[in-house]
């Protein structure tokens, strides 16, 4: 079943990290995140995530596939 996510979205960077642990005054309903960056084991940007991610939902988006080029899939990575 697909869910929809209304409200002001924010793209979560490394740089936001540290504000997700103060008071923001301008709270956002929602996160996107880029998934690839965070499929490695462990690690500081997976520490980070599972910390934020209790607070917000999260939608993911995946860039390395290409879906949208007009390129063939790589199917060989």
């Known amino acids: 079943m697909l869910q929809t996510i209304d409200g002001f979205g924010?793209?979560?960077?490394?740089e936001h990290y540290a504000a997700f642990?103060?008071?923001?005054?301008?709270?956002?309903?929602?996160l996107e995140i880029i998934s690839e960056n965070y499929?490695?084991?462990?690690?500081?940007?997976?520490?980070?995530?599972?910390r934020i991610r209790r607070d917000y939902p999260m939608v993911m988006h995946g860039v390395s596939l290409s879906i949208g080029s007009s390129d063939?899939?790589?199917?060989?990575v």
């Open 10 to 14: 924010l793209g979560l960077r490394t």
């Open 21 to 30: 642990g103060q008071p923001l005054a301008h709270k956002p309903d929602w």
């Open 39 to 50: 499929m490695v084991p462990g690690g500081a940007p997976l520490a980070h995530l599972d």
């Open 72 to 76: 063939p899939l790589d199917l060989g």
